[in-house]
């Protein structure tokens, strides 16, 4: 995401519409790294990044590396001009799989800004997944680190169409760097920018930003895959505009702010908004593997005002925060995404906050976002609804987003017509429409045709999310669970009762004796019956799972939403997605439940 810069004056507030709206007569082109172009011009000794680097467990050994704003303006300037040098040019697509660092930063603004289509991917999503990602983006160049380099070769990612190789190896030069290309097969980065005479423009001269038409390919994002195969986004400029207005206007970024970023897309923006991203020394697709002493020391030395944090990542901090009494005076704000976050964990970390400062939760995906978002202090209000099986609230849609819901279907709806609306209060499947939304997944029709409703009153895709939940009429979004979780049961073949996973599992969560559940559906004599998988609360012990079973029935029987659910099982680790390590994988529990169950 990313923001229109702001500063005291108007200087670097260019109305985005004047470069994106494809009714205006004015210039219809966009590229985001504009925004740092003009933090560069406006603000250019002020801090952009700040990468924290740890060696060994204490805090005494903490070291942060740093770079202002007209640094990596200049930095990413001299990496465009070293990349076409290099043979990669506008248009052509790179795999960049680097570690958050400064090089990773002045990497992708050098890949926008020469038009160059960085592929990104969470490695965590498996061997296999990601060879497949890169066999159907096919791209032309990969960068990379050297394990990222060794495991190309190892596996044989992309071996089809991968022409360019680029070793990112952290600055090493000389004999280190020689070392690191024989082991890699590739040119090393600080060969390369080495290497180009010192009189070329490079050294000399601004790179001339390429432009793109708003709706042009600018990035392929994949997803993760945790509710089936990884797809590749297409993102253009025009949506990373939007994502920019909605961060400044909804969320009220301002420049000269600074970001705690644990996830790296989120960090890309902080210097495109004129915030600096701080960037703590964690595994970002392991986020609760995270130090959280780490994580704290780096928001008290820049004095954050933002953290963005995913759910799992908000329970450890939380938690952390609640054992040491620490507290955290100087963020302004707290923005979660990535799956929902569970109404005790934001109550436990907002302890750690000044009073009235909320935490912001943000509905979207990777193929829109972000959508809807409703603060903490609001949420809190809707505590009894969501425990009664009423949905997660997750508030009220940003500026410019149209929300509808329509019947639950796996049929492909090719052209959106405004019958297909259902009232408010009734579930079905939420369909998305606004600027930020994306357009096609990247070689993928069959997903696109699935996924996308045309609209020709507005010449726009609206896009299916895939997720269940109704409008209450004050326009507020509930969230009741991803469509291929619901579970139909049945009785003689035919439908006799649906159960919405969201609802179902957090009346179970308030059982004393439940840290989590989890609804799956599982095949009985030919029949799909409701079953929830329970993982326990740690710090509690449950000997007589059969007594609980009991206890749980009852409890059912007390909601419409869970009545005659009479199956559960105890498991005990749920497996979780590898991005945001929060949405339970439900697939995989289906099959384990499975196996379990007994005609």
Known sequence: MSTLLETTGAALDIPVEKEVNADSAMVCNANICRHLKQAAHAIPHHLAVAVQTAKGASLANLRYSELDFISLDKQSDGIAFALNAHGITRGMKAVLMVTPSLDFFALTFALFKAGIIPILVDPGMGIKN?????AE?????????????????????????????????????????????????????????????????????????????PDEMAAILFTSGSTGTPKGVVYSHGMFEAQIQALKNDYGITHGERDLATFPLFSLFGPALGMASIVPDMDASKPITANPDFLFAAIDKYQCSNIFVNPALLERLGRAGEQKQHKLPSVQRVISAGAPATIGSIARFSQMLSPGVPVLNSYGATESLPISMIASDELFATTDVTDHGGGICVGYAIDGVNIGIINISEAIIPQWDDALLLKNGEIGEIVVQGPMVSQSYYQRDSATAAAKIWDSATNSVRHRMGDLGYLDNQGRLWMCGRKAHRVDATLKGQLVKRYYSIPCERIFNTHPNVKRSALVGVKVANEIEPLVCIELDQSLV???????????????????????????????????????????FREKLAVWAQAQTKG
């Not at 990601?130 to 890169?134: M, R």
């Not at 009852?554 to 997605?577: C, N």
């Open 130 to 134: 990601l060879k497949q990602c890169f």
């Open 137 to 213: 983006a096919a791209p032309d160049a990969f960068i990379g680190i050297p394990k990222a380099h060794i495991a190309r070769r190892l596996f044989g990612w992309g071996k089809g169409t991968i022409k360019i190789l680029l070793n990112v190896d952290g600055g090493k030069t000389g004999f280190a760097a020689n070392l690191n290309s024989m082991a890699t097969g590739a040119m090393s980065l600080s060969t390369l920018l080495h290497n180009i005479p010192a009189q070329s423009s490079a050294q000399k001269s601004q790179y001339p930003m390429v432009m793109l038409k």
């Open 542 to 584: 449950c000997n007589k799972s059969q007594l609980l079973y009991q206890e749980l029935i009852i409890l059912a029987e007390q909601f419409s939403q869970t009545q005659g659910i009479r199956r559960f099982l105890i498991h005990p680790d749920f497996p979780v997605d590898v991005r945001h390590n929060a949405k339970i």
